[in-house]
């Protein structure tokens, strides 16, 4: 079955060449096993969905469990196998300077899926406002996980929040219950064109979030009509 992605393209600032561009996949949310089973059920699924979200977790809970376990674990859809990153100077593990870490790559499934993949490339992206890194910075990770009631700090280009419709802000939104939590102003510390400072709700449950800005900042002196709005492009985490 071919699948489309729809992209924007942007002058490659890192070049001197006016013809050289690069795409920005417009990114329409991002979804958790409920929501995958939700739409296997507008499928046609017969099995009952608390079965299969019992499946689905039992699986990922015992593939993680064998990776870390030293197994180099092929799921069809992804290949992963287990690293210890950072150098050993006094020949123990220590786990601050030695994080484990999960390299994971595509499976046979999803090479097949992209090979089916074509890209819609939805015009020129003149002023892209973008998410390019987050940061804890309490614990200095840039991986997504964030610790509540502390500072995160988020880079990237247009970002500064303005505007008067209510839209207008930063939101947390859990990816297992589609609950959203959007921050007071108060909670966004700095708010600058390339760079925020937030206060992560201490409130938070721990689970997986998206995180998004709408903003109708410009950099120029009026505003947009209408608020836009970037998606993170990797899943917070709230543990």
């Given at each position: 079955m071919k699948k489309t992605l729809r992209a924007w393209i942007r002058k490659n600032q890192l070049t001197e060449d006016p013809n050289d561009y690069i795409a920005s996949v417009s990114v329409s949310g991002s979804i958790g096993i409920t929501a995958i089973v939700d739409e296997l059920e507008r499928e046609g699924m017969e099995i009952k969905r608390e079965t299969v979200i019992d499946i689905i977790s039992r699986f990922n809970r015992k593939a993680a469990d064998l990776v870390l376990s030293g197994y180099n674990v092929n799921t069809g859809l992804v290949y992963m196998r287990p690293v210890v990153k950072g150098v050993f100077?006094?020949?123990?593990?220590?786990?601050?300077?030695?994080?484990?870490?999960?390299?994971?790559?595509?499976?046979?499934?999803?090479?097949?899926?992209?090979?089916?993949?074509?890209?819609?490339?939805l015009g020129e992206q003149s002023d892209p406002l973008e998410i390019l890194s987050i940061t804890d910075n309490t614990t200095g990770k840039t991986d997504g996980t964030l610790t509540p009631g502390r500072n995160a700090e988020l880079k990237g280009s247009y970002l500064k929040i303005a505007g008067d419709n209510p839209d207008c802000g930063i939101y947390f939104k859990n990816v297992a219950t589609?609950?959203?939590?959007?921050?007071?102003?108060?909670?966004?510390?700095?708010?600058?064109?390339?760079?925020?400072l937030i206060l992560v709700p201490a409130t938070l449950a721990a689970g997986e979030y998206e995180l998004s800005v709408t903003t109708q900042f410009t950099g120029a002196n009026k505003l947009l009509k209408q608020p836009r709005s970037v998606i993170l492009g990797l899943p917070v985490i709230i543990g």
């Open positions: 100077y006094d020949k123990t593990w220590n786990p601050e300077t030695n994080p484990v870490y999960i390299a994971i790559n595509q499976g046979l499934d999803l090479r097949n899926a992209v090979a089916e993949t074509v890209v819609e490339i589609q609950a959203i939590t959007k921050l007071a102003p108060g909670d966004i510390v700095l708010n600058e064109p390339s760079r925020l």
